[in-house]
């Protein structure tokens, strides 16, 4: 007996799964290499990135892409802003994993949905049902709560929230496909990733990559770490409507949470837990509210 095909939506869902969990579990990766400093460790995670998109850019044949947009001075200019904006993202969120903060960062994911049905609102014109308001409350109630009394989470978790929903709000605006921008963002940030390891390499620790083959294999998976995922994001959403795609986006926040209270036995306070509580809260009117708008159109097109 033959089995079905898998759909093209199906597909699309593996993929997306993929991409979402191994960002989950980036803070297991970025545990090996918490001895490299940060902004070194950006720098190298820069240099190895860009191999890996050319890699990528040839196997789809977009390299034609790459060269109209760079001939294009103010596309180039977009994403210059984007890949500051992502390289920011990059830093707060490995530091914050290196100095133990692993539930600011699965917060700051949590957050960045909401922080991007926001932003669609104040920027684009977009309007929010009376549901969608009522989680953007939510999740500032819970924000609120951090504020009262865990300020030094609240830093970071805003500061990835805001910072990448930013930076899709750049990339949005931006007529240029993933893998190519992300092709161009990664060769804005060479020169400046170059610098950077090259400064490391003259401190007295000296470079990261000479502190042996194992080491420095580890450092240089961190292009497999950033690249791949993010293909596969850009396979998922040509495959699967945006709102299947965005409640997935829930998946890789929830491994990092998961992660941070087991592996990682950070302590989970009062205050933070409540916070967390609203957030899911507003989670769950935010998809509650996207399933009742998809079956009302389902329901407009059905066949009478």
């Known amino acids: 007996m033959n089995r079905p095909p898998i759909s093209h939506a199906q597909t699309g869902l593996i993929m997306a799964l993929g991409a979402y969990l191994t960002w989950g579990v980036m803070p297991l990766y970025l545990r090996f290499v918490s001895w490299v400093p940060p902004f070194e460790f950006i720098g190298w995670r820069i240099i190895f990135t860009l191999p890996v998109c050319l890699l990528f850019v040839a196997l789809r044949r977009e390299f034609a892409e790459v060269l109209r ?50 932003f669609g609102t104040l920027f684009l014109g977009e ?3 009376t549901w969608q308001w009522l989680a953007v409350g939510l999740a500032a109630l819970g924000v609120s709560l951090l504020a009262w009394d865990a300020r030094e989470m609240l830093w970071i978790s805003l500061s990835l929230a805001v910072s990448f929903s930013a930076y899709g709000l750049v990339r949005k605006l931006a007529p240029v496909e993933s893998v190519p921008g992300l092709t161009i963002e990664t060769l804005l940030l060479l020169i400046p990733a170059a610098l950077t390891v090259f400064w490391y390499s003259g401190t007295p620790a000296g470079s ?27 396979a998922a959403a040509r495959r699967m409507d945006y709102s299947s795609l965005g409640m997935t986006q829930f998946l890789s926040p929830t491994v990092v949470f998961v992660l941070g209270v087991t592996v990682f036995a950070e302590p989970l306070r009062p205050l933070q837990l409540a916070c967390f509580g609203f957030i899911w809260a507003a989670i769950a009117v935010f998809v509650w509210d996207i399933l009742a708008r998809r079956r009302a159109m389902s329901a407009q097109v059905a066949p009478t």
Do not use: C, D, E
Request: hydrophobic share 60%.
């Open 69 to 118: 947009v760079l001939a294009k001075p103010r596309l180039v200019a977009v994403l210059a802003a984007s890949a500051l904006l992502v390289g920011i993202n990059w830093t707060i969120y490995i530091a914050a994993i290196q100095a133990g903060h692993v539930l600011a960062s699965s917060l700051g994911y949590y957050i960045n949905p909401l922080v991007n049905v926001f």
């Open 127 to 129: 309007r929010l049902s």
């Open 208 to 234: 990261a990559m000479a502190h042996g083959p194992a080491n420095a294999a580890l450092i240089a998976f961190s292009g497999l770490m950033t690249g791949i995922p993010l293909l596969l994001f850009a």
